[in-house]
């Protein structure tokens, strides 16, 4: 019988889910993600774990989830094709199903020129969409990426992350098509700041159909400061930060910011519950957990619920 993760469950019932995000120290102190998790866990449905974001050398995913999990944290494992060849990533979903791990969040990675072992050779054997089929392949058919069969397979609630502004933007919902067509379950999306547009492109995706085949949960994030918007509008790539945003947090004295910041995501997370096929939130508060309870507590998203024990 299947093991269905707490955030299936939720999604399942027709909950507004919200997931969050956690990321994993650049030391072995396990004191840190149990804090951070004490702090997510009666807010989130389940908590992302970052695997070598931004490619700088971290604390495996597997194993923070592991931690978090004491704490009562329900984990998305985050997996990337970056530093793993196919043997070594199915190899890896074996155990992360072993270890009750029940949800994985499938991504190419960051290219390693990015972290701080730019020397470093990337893997790149399989894409994020290949490495959500070969996921499908495992749990459903019970057979590895070479066609042989296992005893047990990896019962996994698959999902993908999106970015609807990334240039070209006409392609980007075909792109989402791919990901569903693989066998994704659930889509988390880069961070909105541009509501029309990515209203603009849910409406193509209901175009298709694929709210119906896919549970889409708009990435949503804070801002401590008008230096950090204007950083993710000019320096970081696929990020749509219109003017207006700079403007907002520009608006207000400077010790105020931050509050701006916190005001600002909860007026977009009540904009997207208002997008046909959205399902849920993916609220990303990295290095700044402790204003996740107020975020959700102002967004009006407590209690959650709780289906697994």
């Known amino acids: 019988m299947k093991t269905k993760s707490n955030l299936e469950r939720v999604l399942e019932a027709g909950e507004f889910a919200v997931t969050g995000e956690l ?10 993600i149990r804090g951070k998790a004490k702090i997510l866990k009666d807010y989130v449905d389940a908590v992302n774990v970052t695997d070598g974001q931004t490619a700088v ?5 597997w194993a923070a989830c592991l931690i978090g999990k004491e704490e009562g944290l329900e984990h998305i494992v985050q997996m990337t094709c970056r530093d793993r060849n196919r043997i070594a990533l199915q190899m890896d979903i074996l155990g992360i199903a072993a270890l009750g791990i029940n949800n994985i ?24 969409i290949q490495l959500v089929s070969m996921v499908k ?7 590895f990426q070479c066609g042989e069969e296992m005893a047990v397979e990896p019962r996994l609630f698959i999902g993908a992350a999106e970015n609807p502004f990334a240039d070209p933007f006409e392609f980007r919902v075909a792109r989402l098509a791919k990901k569903v067509a693989a066998g994704a379950d659930f889509i988390q999306t880069q961070i909105i700041y ?13 175009d298709r159909g694929l709210h119906e085949r896919v549970k889409i949960l708009a990435g949503v994030a804070p801002r401590k400061s008008v230096g950090a918007a204007r950083y993710m509008k000019t320096r970081v790539p696929g990020m749509d930060v219109p003017d207006s945003v700079i403007a907002r947090l520009q ?9 701006e910041g916190v005001k600002l995501c909860v007026d977009i997370i009540n904009q997207v519950r208002e997008i046909e096929g959205v399902v849920g939130i993916h609220l990303m508060a990295i290095e700044w957990e402790e204003v996740v309870p107020e975020i959700v507590e102002t967004a009006g ?3 959650r619920p709780r289906f697994v024990t």
Request: hydrophobic share 30%; net charge neutral; charged share 30%.
């Open 57 to 61: 050398v971290r604390m495996a995913s």
């Open 105 to 128: 969040l499938c991504l190419t990675g960051d290219h390693q020129k990015f972290g701080n072992h730019p020397m470093a050779k990337g893997v790149y054997d399989i894409d994020s």
């Open 137 to 143: 392949d495992m749990r459903d058919e019970k057979k």
């Open 301 to 303: 998203l407590v209690p």
């Open 194 to 206: 541009n509501v029309d547009k990515f209203a603009e492109w849910m409406k193509g995706v209901r």
């Open 23 to 32: 990321g994993p120290p650049q030391s072995a102190d396990p004191e840190v």
């Open 251 to 259: 608006g207000v004295p400077k010790e105020q910011v931050s509050r």
